[in-house]
Antibody
Framework: QVQLQESGPGLVKSSGTLSLTCSVF????????WSWFRQSPGKGLEWIGY???????KYNPSLKSRVTVSVDTSKNQFFLNLTSVTAADTAVYSC????????????WGQGALVTVSS | QSVLTQPASVSAAPGQKVTISCSGD????????VAWYQQVPGTGPKLLIY???ERPSGIPDRFSGSKSGTSATLGITGLQSGDEADYYC???????????FGSGTKVTVL
């Protein structure tokens, strides 16, 4: 059973960079696409972007200028960097596996709250 | 603010059936598969339905999905207390070039 676990600072200063790690357990990160989402009361569920295990990326156009998603196959981890954060970026951030055979996200982490402080 | 439209809440007694609608347009549901996700507060979403009407391994057949035109529907029969959760529909959107979600529907078992 594939399991995903988010980790990283729960508090980030305004104008700084939000950085999160997603660790994949119970399966190899080699193959499939690996994705980030966020969820806030005001905006609901929002797809941020994904990285293929070989490094190809795709991002939500609304966040593209500030987002980088990367992968380290040797550690079975992938990463999210979001720059120039503001209070509007406060949310629960989740990672998930995208399965193109199912055209959906079939395994998810439990999510991690990140608060942007002034 | 969500791209796909869902009712805010539905409710029914144990053992009864509920349906949740998800309305989109030709750039998303009209052209792409729909998935449904269940989220218990404090946990990550769980995939219930993919390809509009297929269940992943381990999902009981009490859960069903359908799609017609630019709308999709999730059905839950034999409602149980453990089904209390938020349910989201999702689909790729060719115009927005993103994966988009519904606003979520809270299911309450009376």
């Amino acid at each position: 059973q594939v399991q995903l676990q988010e980790s990283g600072p729960g508090l980030v200063k305004s104008s700084g960079t939000l950085s999160l790690t997603c660790s994949v357990f119970g399966g190899s990160i080699n193959s499939y696409y690996w994705s980030w989402f966020r969820q806030s009361p005001g905006k609901g569920l929002e797809w941020i972007g994904y990285v293929y295990y070989r490094g190809t990326t795709k991002y939500n156009p609304s966040l593209k200028s500030r987002v980088t998603v990367s992968v380290d196959t040797s550690k079975n981890q992938f990463f999210l960097n979001l720059t120039s954060v503001t209070a509007a970026d406060t949310a629960v951030y989740s990672c998930a596996r995208y399965n193109p055979n199912m055209v959906s996200f079939d395994y998810w982490g439990q999510g991690a709250l990140v608060t942007v402080s002034s | 603010q969500s791209v796909l439209t869902q009712p805010a809440s539905v409710s029914a007694a144990p053992g009864q059936k509920v349906t949740i609608s998800c309305s989109g347009d030709t750039s998303n549901i009209g052209m792409n598969w729909v998935a449904w996700y269940q989220q218990v507060p404090g946990t990550g979403p769980k995939l219930l339905i993919y390809d509009s009407n297929e269940r992943p391994s381990g999902i009981p057949d009490r859960f069903s999905g359908s799609k017609s035109g630019t709308s999709a529907t999730l059905g839950i029969t034999g409602l149980q207390s453990g089904d209390e959760a938020d349910y989201y529909c999702g689909s790729w959107d060719n115009v927005r070039d993103s994966y988009v979600f519904g606003s979520g529907t809270k299911v309450t078992v009376l």
